[in-house]
């Protein structure tokens, strides 16, 4: 049975078999006694993004992976960067440095902040996530066109990704066909991607996208 730590563009944490290509994580959530989740879906600020594999290390996910035998991380995964990117998490310093530079950087840009540093993005992001509370905030149909590359909005339970004008339906198994932003006309939309990362996106982040993504 697949462990419940796949994360969709809603930040909800689901049991599926897809892993994706990043793993990341939001502090201890987890009891490796039956790996299994705790009722808590965040145990810290920093939602982070990491590679998934890096320097030979090697974990058990869900696990026992810290000194003396005790819960280090839960081990989250996400189809890419634009799913984990929606869902509130941001690159990773350690094992992303030169991506979470980059992140940082453009997020410093875009609000006039001359040193910007970590805690203050996830200070702001934890005020959006939706998985830590944050408000929805409604699309209009006319403003779909100017999002940019890489955001995500949702309607009912359904998650789209805005790519060169198109629209790709989001899985877990990854997107569907790009179509045209007519198909989501008459569906009210809300939009995923926290404001934060929404600026960060504007300011020329570009994001890592599953193959599926083509075009």
Sequence with gaps: MPLQNRVDPFGAIHAVPERGLFTGNRGIIHDPATKTLLRKRWALQAWIICVCQFRNVRREPM???????????????????????????????????????????????????????????????????????????????????????GAVVGTGGNAYAVRHGKALRWSFAGYGPPAGLGQLEDKALVLLTPGTTLAVLRHGFRPVWHPSAKG
Excluded: Y
């Design 63 to 149: 696990g026992k992976n810290r000194p003396g035998g005790k819960a280090g991380w839960t081990e989250l995964f996400f189809l890419d960067e634009v799913t984990a990117l929606a869902a509130g998490h941001r690159p990773c310093f350690f094992c992303q440095r030169e991506r979470a530079r980059d992140f940082v950087g453009r997020f410093g840009e875009a609000f006039g902040i001359a040193e910007p540093r970590a805690p203050q993005v996830d200070k702001r992001l934890h005020k959006e996530r939706l998985a830590s509370g944050g408000k929805r905030p409604a699309v209009a149909m006319h403003e779909l066109s100017s999002l940019p590359d």
